[in-house]
């Protein structure tokens, strides 16, 4: 029968609260919807784990929910369980095969491609993949793999039958970051997230199992609508009656553009916010993240001088809880091996739903030798092909990638715009590639609005990120354009106060006039 892996439940029953039986917890979290159950007990006689064994198997048969055994043949042989789960160090899975009966679920725990590949060629029935996230439910005998580094090890899974969950610190509050950024570039995806302290040390596990459950499915069914959509045509001509459109909905709902920014370019990036209609807070204390998630349009994380960490890890993890677009801007990335490691944390703590950066910053980021950066500047001719450059990381990193520069290029890792407005004056003023990103933010908070009061979705959706960071780059590069060519900028000292007013008298039918878009399929 096919077995169902969504809520898989790891025991523990060191970590159950005080109070509460192991039965009892178990118990409840089959009937919040826990899929599959497997028994771990590293540190028991046989006679004990036997028990324990037997009086699970007992109720997992209630519910009709398979039990696996973590390591120990005999015992699954002992109480008849469905299967057993093996670590790289425990018996070679070719002779578990054969002391088991010919139906029995054989699973692997993976760290690396070589376990994948080795699980592939033992005809494993799944892998467990991780750990994802940092965990203190047992000592780490391998290195956490981050949201990010799932995704390459579900490719090697494309044209099998093996099944893979993620396991290693999955909670309710990562849940959605775990399964929307465990996806390989293909679309593979994991089929469930293994739990283990989340539901045993909850005082509440009938709660919690549901919950976990509820999300799970919930993601699930919104990946399967998404997929079977029509992927949008976009053409030069209706990208610009986009962003157009856009600048309408800006100037009609004024969002709340919240910025965790560079301190060099706050007050730019503020006054260039306010020019195209909205509104900016620049909060940066953690204790203020939750509430803000609740009003804001737009979440824009720039870490040029990456003194707001904390700040900016609970301000992407709660504005990924109400769905909202996240614009992440990783100044100087390549310049120090603290910016790589900061960056790493944060996009594994949270989904962005636009990456913007020049070409030393992504270069970093895609951890290509093609450019180099020089401080938070990139040197070099660039990319050899920025088209597809641009496709494959926004593929990866599943979100949108705004590559900027004298040409600018955009993907959603199908489509690609190139956009060709700009002055190289915006190269000679402090902040200009912060502003950047603030019109994206201002932009995609746009777009997450005409997408949830156009559909009305059941759950609250991004709406068009490709769109909104077009527009974001095409308001800067116009109004650089306009500002440029007044007749009272003598420099960059008199063009930086034009650009704000520029911004500020951008209007949509100049966009429709002056922007230079070619679409690439």
């Known amino acids: 029968m096919p077995i169902d892996y969504s809520l898989y439940l ?67 042989l002992a109480v008849n369980a469905d299967g057993v789960h093996l670590g790289q160090t425990d018996m070679p899975v070719h ?11 054989i699973g692997v725990s993976c760290n690396n491609l070589e376990h994948v590949q080795q699980a592939i060629r033992d005809r494993v029935d799944y892998i467990g993949i991780g750990p994802v996230w ?22 090697a899974l494309d044209g099998t039958t093996v099944k893979a969950v993620a396991i290693g610190g999955v909670k309710s509050d990562n849940l959605l970051r775990t399964l929307h ?54 053409t030069a001509e209706n990208t610009k009656a986009g962003v157009a459109n856009l600048m309408g909905i800006i100037q009609t709902t004024n969002p709340l553009i919240h910025q965790i920014t560079n ?53 992407g993890k709660y504005a990924n809880c109400e769905r909202k677009p996240i614009v992440f801007d990783p100044v100087g990335v390549g310049a120090t091996q603290f910016r790589r490691e900061t960056a790493a944390q944060l996009l594994n703590t949270w989904q962005a739903s636009v990456i913007k950066g020049n070409a030393g910053e992504l270069g970093a980021l895609a951890e290509s030798q093609e450019v180099k950066a020089k ?22 990193e599943r979100c949108v990638i705004a590559l900027t520069g004298k040409t600018d290029w955009v993907s959603d890792g199908t489509t690609v715009v190139k956009l060709d407005n700009g002055h190289e004056l915006l190269g000679n ?35 068009d990120m490709l769109l909104g960071a077009v527009g974001g780059i095409l308001a800067l590069t116009i109004a650089g354009e306009a500002a440029a060519n007044r007749s009272d900028v003598r420099g960059s000292g008199t063009f930086l106060p034009a650009l704000i007013d520029e911004l500020y008298n951008l209007r949509p039918e100049t966009v429709l006039e002056k922007a230079r878009i070619q679409v690439i399929s």
């Open 429 to 463: 003023i402090t902040g200009s590639g912060c502003m950047v990103g603030t019109c994206i933010a201002t932009f995609c908070a746009a777009a997450f609005t005409q997408a949830n009061t156009e559909s009305k979705p059941s759950m609250p959706v991004r709406g």
């Open 95 to 105: 002779i578990a095969r054969s002391l088991l009966p010919p139906n029995a679920i």
């Open 263 to 315: 301190v060099v370019a706050t007050n730019q990036s503020a006054n260039a916010t306010l020019a195209l209609g909205a509104s900016p807070i620049m909060a940066t204390a953690p204790e203020e993240m939750e509430d803000l998630s609740r009003v804001l349009g737009a979440l824009l994380i720039n870490f040029g001088t990456v003194t707001d960490k904390a700040g900016m890890i609970l301000a």
């Open 181 to 234: 950024g465990s996806m390989s570039p293909s679309g593979h995806k994991l089929d469930g997230i293994a739990v283990v302290s989340e539901i045993v040390a909850s005082h509440e596990p009938y709660a919690i199992s549901r919950t976990l459950r509820e999300t799970y499915t919930a993601w699930d069914a919104c990946t399967a609508e998404q997929k079977a959509k029509p992927s949008i045509a976009y």
């Open 10 to 76: 790891v025991t523990g029953r060191d970590l159950l609260p005080e109070g509460t039986t192991y039965i009892k917890s178990l118990e409840e979290s089959l009937r919040g919807g826990v899929t599959v159950v497997q028994v771990r007990e590293k540190n028991v006689d046989t006679l004990e784990f036997l028990e324990i064994a037997r009086q699970s198997k007992a109720l997992c048969d209630k519910y009709q929910v398979p039990l696996i055994i973590n390591d120990r043949v005999d015992i699954a």
């Open 375 to 396: 401080g938070v500047d990139s040197v070099g001719s660039g990319f050899a092909d920025p088209a597809n450059f641009v496709k494959n990381l926004a593929r990866r």
């Open 134 to 155: 940092p965990t203190s439910t047992k000592k780490l005998a391998n290195p956490v793999i981050g949201v990010r580094g799932v995704g390459s090890l579900l490719a």
